[in-house]
């Protein structure tokens, strides 16, 4: 389950009223712990200065709550801290995203405790034409998943968007992607559409979200929207799965083996059914609605 406090971070979080207060004004309870100077060296070279800032500054503030907060006493203390530091973020956000289609998004953001979940992908996050919508700059993207290893779009795959999806969306279940398929764009313009289901343990259930993800010459957006109707179960798929887990002695291991060739065959598999060229054409609707 990505985010296992999200309860917990609710309640703590409870005065910002759904990802903050945006007009609450900035003070001096603001962090101002110094950064180490070589610490960005070997990593990051290639964001420019607002980007590197925003890093350094949301880097910092993480150490902060880090070293200052103890579950066992409680966060009320910090709570004002807390509140002040991720308008700070969204403020150096704002900035760096004010020629993009999510300018006014709010901070995707939620928390920076480590403890309690952080490891959202940063960004902007707000809802246009009934889709919710999260953008960031391609430097940071690229950044963000270094360590995945996800450094070029043109082939994206199942396992890596099982990475950006649950990166990008806070969730208190998982998304599984099951079928992605790249879709007619512009040029310099990279965009897949991607059917998935959210759930808190893995199996054969019925997608009924789909994304997109689109990728210009600078911003990357990923935009979600609920299917009025679930797809059906790919059936050939659906006896992969129960034949896998009836055999004799299955443990935890048999079922991720299990779920991972239930999604091999998901990713074509979804593609042959009839009503995909309607879902298509709805993913193809959302990246229009993103580029113009």
């Known amino acids: 389950m990505k985010n296992s406090y999200l309860l917990l971070l609710m309640a703590i979080i409870l005065s910002c009223n759904s990802r903050q207060d945006k007009n609450t004004a900035h003070d001096s309870t603001l962090i101002q712990t110094n950064y180490p100077k070589d610490s960005m060296l070997g990593r990051g070279t290639f964001l420019d200065d ?42 150096l956000m704002k900035d760096i995203m004010k020629d993009s289609r999510v300018a006014d998004g709010q901070n995707n953001l939620l928390v920076l405790y480590n403890d309690m979940g952080f490891d959202i992908l940063d960004g902007l996050y707000g809802i246009h034409d009934s889709m919710g919508l999260f953008g960031i700059t391609k430097n940071l993207f690229f950044y963000y998943f270094m360590d995945n290893k996800i450094n070029q779009l043109d082939q994206l795959t199942l396992t890596d968007f099982d990475k950006i999806l649950n990166s990008a969306f806070a969730s208190d279940a998982h998304i599984t992607p099951l079928t992605t ?111 113009h």
Request: charged share 35%.
């Open 50 to 91: 607002k980007e590197l800032e925003y890093i350094k500054t949301r880097d910092r503030q993480v150490e902060y709550f880090q070293k200052h907060s103890d579950p066992k006493v409680g966060f009320e203390k910090l709570e004002k801290q807390h509140k002040d530091s991720l308008l700070e973020l969204e403020r």
């Open 181 to 291: 398929i790249r879709l007619p764009s512009e040029n310099n313009v990279q965009a897949y559409g991607i059917v998935t289901y959210e759930a808190q343990d893995i199996g054969p259930f019925s997608p009924d979200e789909i994304y997109v993800f689109v990728a210009n010459d600078k911003y990357v957006y990923m935009a979600s929207r609920k299917l009025d109707v679930k797809l059906d179960e790919v059936k050939a798929c659906r006896h992969i799965w129960d034949s896998l887990i009836a055999k004799p002695g299955a443990d935890d291991n048999m079922e991720d083996y299990a779920q991972d060739k239930y999604c091999e065959c998901c990713q074509q598999g979804y593609q042959n059914e009839p009503q995909f060229d309607n879902i298509k054409k709805e993913m193809e609707t959302m990246v229009q609605h993103i580029l």
